[in-house]
């Protein structure tokens, strides 16, 4: 079906740096919108980032809006995930998803890559 690999997780302290990075193998890649999620212990698993298919339509969780940035590059197929001012609460695994844009929102398929572990102390 589709394979969504991320890569770019680490330790960083807080205040840092990450740049996440998500590679789709879909032959469609260009037709679906991208998101990413976040699972920290203990927690379900949330909401962070979505991207339409032309990058025309981008939101965020109230969380991180002002720190993250979303952006695509569907001649890659790849979808990336900037992250600056990093906060001890960022602390999850992310997960690249994909889905589609509906009522101006994001609505997630039950698509997901295997995440990677961002770490960020205090």
């Known amino acids: 079906q589709v394979q969504l690999v991320e890569s770019g997780g680490g330790l960083v302290q807080a205040g840092g740096s990450l740049r996440l990075s998500c590679a789709a193998s879909?032959?469609?890649?260009?037709?679906?919108?991208m998101g990413w999620f976040r699972q920290a212990p203990g927690k379900e698993r949330d909401f962070v980032a979505g991207?339409?298919?032309?990058?025309?339509?981008?939101d965020y969780a109230d969380s991180v809006k002002g720190r993250f940035t979303i952006s695509r590059d569907n001649a890659k197929n790849t979808v990336t995930l900037q992250m600056n001012s990093l906060k001890p609460e960022d602390t999850a695994v992310y997960y690249c998803?994909?889905?589609?844009?509906?009522?101006?929102?994001?609505?997630?398929?039950?698509?997901w890559g295997q995440g990677t572990q961002v770490t960020v102390s205090s």
């Open positions: 991207i339409n298919w032309n990058g025309g339509r981008i």
């Open positions: 879909a032959r469609t890649f260009r037709a679906y919108a």
């Open positions: 998803n994909v889905g589609y844009y509906s009522d101006s929102s994001y609505h997630k398929y039950d698509y």
